[in-house]
């Protein structure tokens, strides 16, 4: 089913992000994570798509599996790395042929040692143009990413905001943000491109804060700031994991029940292919 019939049904929905494991023994962890996480009936799941566009089929492999085999709505991240014209066709025409209908279309990070995306002969230099393409050629539901404290390129807020505007008016339907910790730079954000004349649905993107580790981990992937009261708490119970995974969770529960309250159209959980926490969480909402 398209993301976006489900929409007309569902005013809230709640997905999971997985990535495809890396070999046999997390392969079994993810199995039993999966079945876990079934039973909280997902509204649909997302499988991301290797960096630098490694790993590509077993994205696709996992994709197949959760669509076919699962019968779970899953959506196939798709990249602009190392992506011609051509070889965009041949992958779309095959997860169409897989019954894919969901895309989350990206333009990619820059592969490791490099600084700046360098799009390949005959692709695509930033995600509206891969999703303008998209919507040229196929039927897919097509989501996109959107960043609630600024991708780490863009010059402003407001000039990323611009920008994603071209990649709703490309045919995004949806947006999905990378992950933060603070609700009110999301709520900012809605009003920011609600004014700028973005309409569709944005879901908030997260994750839970459970140990110390994550601290520095989390700021560097994503740039989110983390709230200084969250991370000294953290940091104060560094040797005692349980309880470092408690005040992150009860965070994390809190953060989600005010956005639902505020008007978030549901929520988007990175599991990091765990169970524990999303279960946790997704119960107490
Ligand atoms: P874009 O939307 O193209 O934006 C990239 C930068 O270019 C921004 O600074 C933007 O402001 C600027 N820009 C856009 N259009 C223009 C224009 N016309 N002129 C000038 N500047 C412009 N990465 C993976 O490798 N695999 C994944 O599976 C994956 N999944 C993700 C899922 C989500 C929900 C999110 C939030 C991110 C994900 N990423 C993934 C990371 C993503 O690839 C990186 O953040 C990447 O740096 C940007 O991708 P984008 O699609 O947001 O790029």
Same mark, same amino acid.
């Given at each position: 089913?398209?993301?976006? !019939? &489900? *929409? =007309?049904?569902? /005013?809230?929905? *709640?997905? *999971?992000?997985?990535?495809?494991?890396? /070999?046999?023994?997390?392969?079994? !962890?993810? #199995?039993?994570?999966?079945? $876990? &996480?079934?039973? =909280?009936?997902?509204?649909?799941?997302?499988?991301?798509?290797?960096?630098? #566009?490694?790993?590509?089929? $077993?994205?696709?492999? &996992?994709? /197949?599996? =959760?669509q076919n085999r699962i019968g779970l709505t899953t959506v196939a991240h798709y990249t602009c790395v190392n992506a011609t014209r051509d070889k965009i066709k041949s992958d779309l025409d095959y997860l169409m042929g897989h019954g894919i209908k969901n895309l989350m279309l990206l333009r990619g990070d820059p592969p490791k040692g490099e600084n700046e995306f360098i799009p390949p002969e005959n692709g695509f230099n930033f995600a509206s143009e891969l999703t303008a393409f998209v919507d040229e050629y196929y039927d897919f539901c097509k989501a996109g990413a959107a960043y609630v404290e600024k991708h780490p390129e863009a010059p402003s807020l407001e000039e990323d905001i611009q920008n994603l505007k071209l990649k709703v008016n490309a045919g995004a339907d949806f947006l999905i943000t990378q992950l933060f910790f603070i609700n009110s730079y999301y709520f900012d954000f809605i009003k920011k491109t609600r004014a700028a004349g973005i309409t569709c649905r944005i879901i908030p993107g997260i994750i839970p804060l459970t140990s110390y580790k994550q601290i520095e981990r989390f700021t560097k992937m994503s740039a989110a700031k983390i709230p200084a009261k969250l991370a000294s708490a953290i940091e104060s119970h560094k040797d005692q994991p349980e309880k470092m995974y408690e005040i992150g969770l009860e965070y994390t529960i809190n953060q989600c029940k005010e956005l639902l309250t505020n008007g978030a159209p549901g929520i988007h959980f990175y599991t990091l292919n765990k169970s524990r926490a999303a279960v946790e969480i997704f119960e107490s909402l």
């Open positions: 089913m398209k993301i976006s !019939d &489900l *929409f =007309l049904s569902q /005013d809230k929905t *709640f997905s *999971f992000e997985f990535f495809p494991p890396h /070999d046999e023994i997390s392969a079994v !962890d993810f #199995g039993i994570n999966i079945g $876990r &996480l079934m039973k =909280l009936s997902p509204s649909f799941v997302t499988v991301t798509y290797g960096a630098g #566009g490694s790993n590509q089929e $077993r994205t696709f492999a &996992l994709v /197949d599996y =959760l």
